[in-house]
């Protein structure tokens, strides 16, 4: 058995320690938003919060998060960051097929929450590793940088 908090409640979730958090989250907590996409961390479909730091979860074992904070797009509405980011992903019209949107608003978030005035160049930063089939990577940036607007202006 393997406890982690995720999101907001602690679950013990029988698993092997070795098994990827992905699954875990998917298959056994029931938490269908975060995607599988590549398997080996590159895609960024399956981001996750662990600790309010953005994780890929297909390649983190879940033995290593035992006892620690998990966060999927789920539970995203809940944090005012999270919200923001949301809204700005929809208001720009992002996504078009959709699939690695969580990810992408999970990377966005984790980003906002750690520097809520970023640069260009530091958005793009963040972002590596996120990729859109879709190519939709302008309309991202330009809703982080709506969301960190709003995030000035609440301050």
């Not at 730091?53 to 006892?67: D, L």
Request: with cysteine; glycine share 10%; hydrophobic share 35%.
């Amino acid at each position: 058995m393997i406890t982690l908090k995720l999101n907001g409640k602690e679950q013990q979730l029988d698993v092997t320690e070795d098994m990827p958090l992905l699954w875990a989250i998917r298959d056994v907590a029931g938490y269908t938003g975060t995607k599988f996409g590549c398997g080996m961390g590159l895609c960024g479909a399956c981001t996750v919060h662990l600790d309010g730091v953005a994780v890929r979860s297909c390649v983190t074992p879940v033995g290593t998060v035992a006892g620690k904070n998990v966060s999927t797009i789920e539970q995203l509405g809940q944090d005012p960051v999270g919200k923001l980011v949301q809204a700005a992903w929809l208001d720009t019209a992002v996504a078009q097929c959709g699939y690695c949107q969580g990810g992408q608003i999970m990377s966005a978030t984790a980003l906002l929450k750690s520097n809520p005035n970023p640069t260009d160049e530091q958005i793009e930063e963040a972002m590596i590793g996120n990729i859109c089939r879709c190519g939709t990577y302008n309309r991202i940036k330009t809703a982080i940088r709506q969301a960190a607007s709003q995030i000035k202006e609440a301050q």
